[in-house]
Structure formats: structure tokens, C-alpha cells
């Protein structure tokens, strides 16, 4: 199996810190946190509301890049992206307008710059390569959480059913071990309501890369956001249940993480024997897309026609009136004869 194109270390100074996790496993919280550590997020970002009342933390050009590729590329967020996705037009695309939008961000000061988007991990692959491109150092964050937890929250803040969403956990988790090779910094939701302090602490050592005295920070959390352990779903999926198990050993166990990764890696190539659905899904789309361009066209040649039509009834209408006008005349030039 092809290896994926890994990070490389090129210039320290030049530091971005990417939050990967699923929707609904703590990103926004680790974002804050990230905040009251002095690292920047970006101005413009996705306004807040009822579901994330102190804001998603997610740089907006970011979002609309993501969903514009993501859109293009699969039919559904829970499915893979096609083979060769990262050369396609739309990619290339993609990398372009993120390659300004990092480069502006990266040379603006020296304070490290985080983002966060749920679909930044479909996408590592791609932002990999910018990262190479631009001689940047990424360290990345893994927000993880109960995935009961998640299924739940995705069934009350977007109306998702169980079987989208732990296919979504799914997903992203093992696409963000995988094209990280594991060297992500894991972040328990459930860690910020038993050891905030701590918590904290032990994300400033991972982004400042040295022992780092934050006793004077407070973790941005507060007691209403500990829904964690009220979850009510169970998991279905046997895959998910196996890979949170062995996340949640590589918190208590750091060495654990060899088997981890293992087990990423047989999880990728179960995934891999569905292929061929995802695929005939995809291709199925992009011809669902031809069908609506023409029938765009279609309406709107039709609308054409209709135009001419209700154009030419006016001109007939109009000859008809210059013919009967013109009989008067004829007709007044005889009597006057």
C-alpha cells in the first residue's frame, strides 16, 4: 500500500497547530483553550449560534473551501474520497486559495496560528502538501470523545441518524491517524471536567514543545458543557467501539500507541473492501450533476423559447394591426378616388 506523504520539519518559526476530532468531540473547546494559551485564530471566523453558543472557532474561507471540494469530490460526508482525488482540478484548486490564505496567516506575526474544521482530516492529505510547500511545521491536536456521546450529539444538533454518524467517527479518526502517522496530541473532552488544570498543561508542553508554566491560565470550561457521560445511545458499529478502546488506552498508555496505529491500519483495509460502493456512489454523482447541468440548460433554452414565442405572438399581433390599418387606408384612397 502506498504510504501517504508525511510532514516534514523544514522551518521552526513558521508553526501552525491544526485541531482535528470529529463534529461534536470538543474541537471548539480545544480551540479556546488553544486561545487562552496565546496561540491566534483567525478574524474572520463562522459566527456562533444556538448549537455552539460560544462559537465554532472555524475560519470561515476555510469551511467554504472544504465544503466546495467536499461537495465536488463525494456523495456523502460519511463515504471516502475517490482514488486520485488529491490531482484533480478541484484540488489543485483548493491547495491554490489555501496556500494564499495559510501564507497570509503564517507571515502576519510570530505567535503560532491554529484553525480547526471537522473536515480538515478528509483533506490531510492535501494540506500536507501545502504544509511541505511552505516550509511549515504542523503539529496536530486529536479531539476525541465517548462516541455515544457524539452519535447522541449529532442526533440532536444536525438531525443525523446513528449509522451517518459513527461512520463519520469512523472516518476522520482514522484518516487523521493515518496521514499523521500517529504524532498527534490527544485531547479526552471528558479530561477538561476531571483534570482542567492538567489538561491544559499538558497541551501547552505538546505546542510550545517544552515544559511550559501555565498555573497562571484557567481552562476555558464550565460544568454545563460535561454531557458526556449522560449519552444514552450505545454503538452499533463494532469498528468504532475496538478503535475509541484503543485511543482511550493510548491516553492512560502512550506506549500503546504501536498497537494503535496496527489497528488503524486493519481498519483502513476493512474500509478498503467497500470501495467499489463508494466509487459506483461517487461516479453515480458526478453523473446525477451532468443530468442537472443539462437540465439547466435545457430550462433555460426553454425559456428562451418561450420568449421568442410570446415575442413573435406580440409581432404577429402588431402585423395584424398594420394589415387592417393598412385596408382602411386602401379602402379611404378608393372612396376618395
Sequence with gaps: MTQPEQPQNLTPGREVIVVLGVGRSGTSLAMQALETLGVRVSENMIPPNVSNPKGFYEDADIVAIHKHLLNTLTPNP??????????????????????????????????????????????????????????????????????????????????????????VFLLRTLDTLYYTGGNCHLLPYESWFSSPQQTLQQLADFIFDQPTDMSDKAAPVSANLNRSQNARVQVNNPLVRELYEHLHACVQQPEQRDALMMRVQQQREILASFKPWSTLAANQKQLNAQYREQLSDATEHKKQLTACQQQLKRQTAALKQYQLAFGDIERLYQITE
Excluded: C, H
Design 78 to 167: 460519511s463515504m471516502p474520497l475517490r482514488e486520485g482525488w488529491l490531482n484533480t482540478p478541484e484540488a489543485k484548486q483548493a491547495l491554490a486559495q489555501l496556500k494564499v490564505l495559510v501564507e497570509t496567516q503564517v507571515e502576519t506575526e510570530a505567535a503560532p496560528w491554529a484553525f480547526k474544521d471537522p473536515r480538515t482530516a478528509t483533506f490531510l492529505p492535501l494540506w500536507i502538501r501545502l504544509f511541505n510547500q511552505l516550509k511549515i511545521v504542523p503539529r496536530f491536536v486529536l479531539a476525541i470523545r465517548r462516541p455515544e456521546a457524539i452519535i447522541e450529539s449529532f442526533a440532536q444538533q444536525y438531525g443525523n441518524d446513528q449509522v451517518f454518524a459513527e461512520l
